[in-house]
């Protein structure tokens, strides 16, 4: 399993409809995320892409995937210093599939809670 909700269960005090909320919310921005991602990653726009990826650290923190968190931190130090560039397109790629694969779940755990 890709997420762990033991973070936005205590950030929503085990509120179900604030969870199936915030999950739903997660599942709508996603997808222009991935878009702004691959659209900056095209025009080589790394100061920007970098922020995006410091802006998306804490979304999927709240998930609770910390592994990609640390990943997404790391990636947005190299845009901050335009380091190994060439290394750029598998960040996001990643951040794309982990991202689609928890959305996955999140669904699955949504509708679990209704």
Do not use: C, P
Request: net charge negative; hydrophobic share 40%; glycine share 4%.
């Amino acid at each position: 399993m890709r997420v762990d909700i033991t973070y936005l269960e205590d950030t929503s005090n085990g509120d179900i409809n604030l969870m199936i909320e915030m999950i739903n919310i997660f599942s709508e921005q996603i997808i222009e995320i991935h878009e702004e991602m691959l659209k900056l990653l095209d025009t080589q726009e790394w100061i920007k892409l970098g922020k995006l990826a410091h802006k998306m650290k804490g979304t999927v923190s709240i998930i609770g995937m910390l592994d990609l968190a640390t990943e997404l931190k790391r990636f947005e130090l190299l845009t901050v210093d335009n380091k190994e560039t060439e290394k750029y397109a598998d960040y996001v790629n990643r951040f794309i599939f982990e991202t689609q694969e928890a959305e996955k779940e999140l669904q699955e755990i949504a509708e679990n809670l209704k």
